[in-house]
């Protein structure tokens, strides 16, 4: 360990400046220096009496930008070798820890309480550590794709495309070196009927009903300690056990739960309810898609093209995408097929089988469609592989 030979010590503290000069004197082969004062105040004369010190120990606040820019001045004007040392309260909040790092900060030490315990850890601190303008990579934001299932009418089947696409969603990519593994949460917010957590075998949980409850606006460490793990490597949050109304959630509240779940995770897969509730204008203005799922009937149809004008209503465009279940491309007659899109002026995106046997199966057994195989759990697999190639350039520019 290379100790210092030399140091020098601004600090505000009349004993503390008192005391090293006495002591700075005991220790052997450390020659200490210490000044009364602020590095705003002593200014020109701090830098006179750096220069040629092995050690700059200077208490400041990294929250005033006077400060942090006298320390700029300092670090850049002492030799490479000298270490800047910052004693900050022990309240130093991260940002102002990065402040000090970018001012030139090679290490930020507790104001100490006695001259004798500045000593001891300067004693400790072996190497100097300079960290000159460490150049922090901007912390990417990461901006989560949102993509909720609408269901024309109830029993359509939007629960089984919101679990089974998610669960496809989550599962790892490529192979070796390049495997990923997207991070994806499931929310049900059908809040009155919602059977996410049935359809993967999870336990209750009353989170969303306690939000409701109490009208807070979820934050990131509240979901994390909400959501439940799937053997899949999701993260659900299932809507709650206990009665609330489908209005129980403000829209604000939803908000404040997507874009905190945004922040964390790749995709945010959401379970809509077949009914219209005010919250879901939160869920439209955020959504990357979606996913509107009709059947060929008149009804279902028409439905549709209501939901569609409400979604749009207040914008321009909506990300929709038109899902027909239980129906083959095939089999859907041209003729029909022609009627469904002038309806809803879009063409249709995706087609998904019927496949009762393996949509029983899976509901049965509380597990995802792919670990019981068959036709439907295969042309999910394909939607969700079409869904992550149509959102990705449009994430890759939105995450610029
Ligand atoms: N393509 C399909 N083929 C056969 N059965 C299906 C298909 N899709 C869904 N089902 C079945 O239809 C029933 C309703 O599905 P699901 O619960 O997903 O619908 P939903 O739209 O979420 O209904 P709810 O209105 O209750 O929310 C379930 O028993 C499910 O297994
Ligand atoms: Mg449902």
New binding site residues.
């Given amino acids: 360990m290379t100790n210092p030979v030399s140091m020098l010590v601004i600090s505000r503290d009349a004993a503390l400046v008192r005391d090293l000069d006495r002591s700075g004197q005991t220790r052997e082969g450390l020659s200490v220096r210490a000044e009364l004062g602020s590095l705003t105040q002593l200014n020109g004369h701090a830098i006179r009496m750096a220069t040629g010190q092995d050690m700059i120990v200077v208490q400041t606040d990294g929250r005033d930008p006077e400060e942090l820019a006298a320390i700029r001045t300092l670090t850049d004007a002492v030799s490479p070798a000298a270490e800047v040392v910052a004693l900050a309260d022990g309240s130093a909040s991260l940002s102002e820890v990065l402040a000090l790092n970018q001012a030139g900060v090679g290490r930020i030490l507790p104001v100490p309480a006695s001259a004798e315990e500045l000593l001891d850890e300067i004693g400790r601190l072996g190497q100097p550590r300079r960290q000159r303008r460490l150049t922090l990579k901007p912390v990417e934001a990461r901006r989560g794709l949102i993509i909720a299932t609408v269901?024309a009418r109830?029993?359509?089947?939007?629960?089984?495309?919101s679990v089974n696409l998610a669960e496809r969603l989550a599962a790892p990519k490529g192979r070796g070196k390049s495997a990923s593994r997207p991070r994806v949460a499931l929310v049900d917010l059908?809040l009155q009927?919602g059977?996410v957590g049935s359809m993967l075998d999870l336990a209750e949980s009353d989170a969303i009903a306690r939000l409701a409850g109490e009208g807070t606006e979820p934050d990131e460490t509240l979901l994390r300690q909400s959501m439940l793990d799937h053997d899949s490597g999701l993260r659900v949050l299932p809507a709650p056990v206990t009665f609330v109304p489908p209005d129980a959630l403000r829209p604000e509240q939803v908000a404040a739960m997507l874009d905190a779940l945004r922040s964390e995770f790749d995709y945010i897969v959401v379970?809509l309810?077949?009914t219209v509730v005010g919250w879901m204008e939160s869920v439209v203005a955020r959504a990357d898609a979606l996913l509107l799922?009709i059947d060929t009937a008149v009804p279902s149809v028409r439905q549709a093209r209501r939901l569609i004008d409400l979604l749009s209503a207040d914008r321009m465009t909506v990300p929709v995408k038109v899902i027909v279940?239980?129906e083959r491309k095939s089999l859907f007659g041209s003729a029909t097929r022609r009627e469904a899109e002038k309806a809803l002026e879009r063409k249709v995106w995706a087609w998904?089988?019927?496949?009762?046997r393996h949509?029983?199966a899976?509901?049965d057994q509380g597990r995802p469609l792919h670990s019981v195989g068959g036709p439907?759990a295969r042309s999910i697999a394909k939607l969700a592989a079409s869904l992550e190639k149509d959102l990705a350039p449009s994430a890759a520019s939105e995450r610029t």
């Fill in positions: 269901p109830g029993g359509i089947g939007g629960t089984t495309l059908d009927f059977s379970d309810p077949h799922l279940n239980r998904l089988p019927p496949d009762p949509a029983r899976a509901i439907l």
